[in-house]
């Protein structure tokens, strides 16, 4: 059975610290694949400002088209508001029966798991990987022993959407933020709307 691994997020926009986690994830456990799954808005930020969803799509599917095991998917946007992890977590189950779907989290996201909607479920039904980030809350440490937890070893990244779209406000250059291609699609825009 293939097993995909869900790495869900706004995507606002993606940067490179965000393809340096999945390919951890594809190098450190046995996930055959990492499916990309843009929210078209968090239940958790209900006050960020996300730049125009179909920007972001396109962002993503720019910077995933040179690397085969990795996929993206706008489910959720196909989907009724608000957008749960375990509603799409089971839309998957259902329609992709012969794969094996783990959930991929960053360890910040354990000190508000317990919020989630059903997450009993999720930890009951699915597995989660977890990957290393900065945590100042000890919360996390009575998640991270569950058995349908697995902590996987990686160097801490403290990329972030928010710097990069700073950045990108700013007129900074985003070249080591984001793959080349994302840099040239950002600036065949930026000519077209200045011409």
């Known amino acids: ?84 992890t375990i509603n799409t977590l089971n839309k998957f189950k259902k329609t992709y029966p012969l794969k094996s779907f783990h959930l991929l989290i960053g360890e910040d996201n354990l000190i508000n798991f317990k919020k989630w909607k059903n997450y009993e479920d999720i930890l009951k039904f699915y597995k989660i990987y977890v990957y290393p980030r900065k945590v100042n809350d000890e919360t996390k440490n009575n998640l991270i022993k569950h058995p349908s937890l697995t902590k996987i070893s990686s160097p801490k990244n403290n990329m972030s959407s928010t710097i990069l779209r700073r950045a990108l406000l700013n007129g900074e250059s985003i070249e080591k933020m984001v793959p080349p291609e994302i840099v040239k699609y950002i600036n065949e825009i930026k000519s077209i709307k200045s011409g």
């Open 1 to 84: 059975m293939e097993k995909i691994g869900l790495l869900f997020g706004s995507f606002n926009p993606i940067h490179i610290g965000h393809i340096e986690i999945a390919k951890t994830f594809l190098a450190k456990t046995d996930l055959n694949k990492i499916w990309f799954i843009v929210t078209p808005k968090n239940p958790f930020k209900s006050n960020q400002i996300l730049m125009n969803s179909k920007l972001r799509l396109d962002l993503v599917k720019i910077a995933l088209k040179k690397y085969k095991n990795f996929s993206i998917s706008d489910i959720e946007f196909k989907m009724k508001s608000p957008y749960y």
